[in-house]
T-cell receptor, first 114, second 111 residues
């Protein structure tokens, strides 16, 4: 029973490139959450998705960031035209629709922008 | 806007000592509070979840208390071990599914 999987674990991008981060929720989970952890900061909520729907994107930067959770396949967090300030650890969590308060976290993707 | 503060930011103790980590939050209208453990380069592991109607939760050597009215929670670790070394995060949940996290307390237990 695999947990939440994220890939890649480490990603290096040059300024201006695109970054795609993937999250496969736990089996049976249909809710996905993305959080960002900047250096020396706590985790900050970015977006909450259910299959094919964005439920809450109040924590997403207005530009360059987007997220999706298609009917099939993993959830994708996409960052266009990355800047140095995007360097952070991005964590995905998932939960079952009947127990949304039990979020299980993945190992994170560490994005470095050079 | 909910803000979560954790004190101290870092703590170093000798093995076997009992210790307390503190968490405070500014808005007492929470659904629950959760303590996590984060190991370097890894994800978060949930330790304890306290519903807003509860006062405390226990798991093994860990005990978490919640005083919602004063906006405080403590995580008590008994008989600390080197394997307890990690960063401990406190997070609260309000009227939605998202969690609001503190910056964490980095704990080092010296053998």
């Amino acid at each position: 029973n695999a947990g939440v999987m994220q890939n890649p674990r480490h990603l290096v991008r040059r300024r201006g490139q695109e970054a795609r981060l993937r999250c496969s929720p736990m089996k049976g989970h249909s809710h996905v959450y993305w959080y960002r952890q900047l250096p020396e900061e706590g985790l900050k909520f970015m977006v909450y998705l259910q299959k094919e729907n964005i439920i809450d994107e109040s924590g997403m930067p207005k530009e360059r960031f987007s997220a999706e959770f298609p009917k099939e396949g993993p959830s994708i967090l996409r960052i266009q035209q990355v800047v140095r300030g995007d360097s952070a650890a991005y964590f995905c969590a998932s939960s079952h629709r009947d127990r949304p308060y039990e979020q299980y976290f993945g190992p994170g993707t560490r994005l470095t922008v050079t | 806007k909910q803000e979560v503060t954790q004190i101290p930011a870092a703590l170093s103790v000798p093995e076997g000592e009992n210790l307390v980590l503190n968490c405070s939050f500014t808005d007492s209208a929470i659904y629950n509070l959760q303590w996590f453990r984060q190991d370097p380069g890894k994800g978060l592991t949930s330790l304890l979840l306290i519903q807003s109607s509860q006062r405390e939760q226990t798991s093994g050597r860990l005990n978490a208390s919640l005083d919602k009215s004063s906006g405080r929670s403590t995580l008590y670790i008994a008989a600390s071990q080197p394997g307890d070394s990690a960063t401990y995060l406190c997070a609260v949940r309000q009227g939605s599914e998202k969690l609001v996290f503190g910056k964490g307390t980095k704990l080092t237990v010296n053998p």
